[in-house]
């Protein structure tokens, strides 16, 4: 992780067998820190597990091993030409991209990846703040909106070590089970706009009054926060009038050629 800070490559080749068990822990971090850079994994032809995390975690390629010296050149080829690819979202005359998930948690950091690969210029300072804020967002319209577990219900089963099995049974039992989170992202040129729109199909909530995350009561909960993180990664968030459907904007920057001639 020091050298892909310090060093800052074009592209990054991981080999699961040689950083076992800390290999997609490691993943996450890079593509965190690095979002834009491609992130190559490879992985022995019988380990479906760590090829199936791979691609969840949003990486550039997997590749099996053993190596195949023409596949392998293919993909480093591939990335190469990608990562000097440059998105500049202000050039776009209008771009529009819908995505609709079931509640699968493995794919909300993915998506918000994506969402930010999509929308946001490789250069802008600010890509790792909106997909932290993305994956908020999309955590609470899983888990208060779809799935219907509130503030207290989350903290008594957080206490209690039992929330992921709470929220894995609803996920699998109706009516929880039959609803599905929408992500609407939309680059906006003319009114210098990147924006995110979520929305849940659970009955909402009072977005006026959150539990307040600096109330004695909550500081030492382990959640809560993440509508106060998403304020901090956006230029503006609103709500409609029920609660389930949030708009989140960001302003589009100019590349840094413009702003520093």
Known sequence: ???VESSNPSAVILDFADLRPKGVSILRKILMARPSMPTLVL???TARQEALDAHRNGVFAVIRKPLQADELQFHIGHALSSSAEQYDPSRVRREERTIVIHNDFAMITPI????????????DPRRTQVTLGLIEILSN???HGNLGIDFQ???EALRGSYFFNLAQERAHKAPWCHRVVRVTSSVLPEEGLVRYTVSDEGDGFDWRSPPDPSDPENMTARHGRGLLMARHSF???SFNERGNVVTLEAAILPPPSLENP
Do not use: G, H, Y
């Open 112 to 123: 918000a990846k994506s969402l930010v690969d999509t929308t946001l210029s490789p250069s």
């Open 235 to 237: 230029d503006n968030i």
């Open 153 to 155: 219900e989350k903290r």
């Open 1 to 3: 992780m020091r050298m």
């Open 141 to 143: 319209a899983i888990e």
């Open 43 to 45: 992985v022995e032809e």
